[in-house]
């Protein structure tokens, strides 16, 4: 038996947030669209796989005085993968806390920028805009990644081609391409 088509108000929300990279400046930021009931997790990995991170560590969302993550034995914060978007009741302006990487501690402020219609020309999650190349895996932090910036805008410095060799020839900070990070979201989401 064909589906019924859903009516356009049984039609999940599209929730758009702009994600900035804290603690650095120029600004690292993508702005990305999902449905609302898209757990904690799945906005997790959208982060992941627009920023250019390898989800080699762990992360937290904190929101007001909640915490989300992925459980494990240690773990003191509510499951991210249980705990949807739309659950948390988030309005236009709230933003929520993730941090990536304990050692490193990339801060993120993800805010909620409004709701849209759900578009059917559109497959979610989907980034829309963004700026910068987020950091490479493993830079150290704001701190670490502000000197990799400084050594690698100097090819006299005794550490250039270690740096440049360890970030990747295809590594440019100033570089976001909008179409292969949906490429990337694409093929992770399929």
Not at 116 to 135: E, F, K, Q, S, T
Not at 137 to 153: C, K, N, Q, T, V
Request: charged letters at 25%; one cysteine or more.
């Amino acid at each position: 038996m064909p589906k019924k088509k859903q009516s356009r108000s049984h039609m999940p929300a599209i929730l758009e947030f702009r994600i900035e990279l804290m603690d650095i400046r120029p600004a690292i930021w993508r702005q990305v669209l999902l449905p609302t009931p898209s757990p904690l997790d799945v906005l997790h990995a959208v982060i992941q796989e627009s920023f250019g991170w390898q989800n080699y560590h762990l992360y937290r969302f904190e929101y007001k005085d909640r915490a989300f993550e992925q459980l494990d034995d240690e773990s003191t914060a509510e499951d991210a993968a249980r705990t949807t978007l739309q659950a948390l009741d988030l309005k236009a302006g709230s933003s929520l806390l993730y941090t990536y990487d304990f050692g490193d501690d990339w801060h993120h402020e993800v805010r909620l920028v409004g709701t849209r219609p759900l578009n059917p020309d559109l497959i979610y999650p989907v980034c829309i805009d963004g700026a910068r190349a987020g950091p490479p895996e493993d830079a150290g932090g704001p701190s670490g990644y502000e000197r990799l910036l400084e050594i690698l805008a100097d090819p006299t410095n005794p550490e250039f081609l270690e740096m440049r060799a360890w970030a990747g020839s295809h590594f440019h900070p100033e570089t976001f391409d909008l179409r292969a990070t949906n490429r990337i979201l694409q093929l992770a989401f399929e």
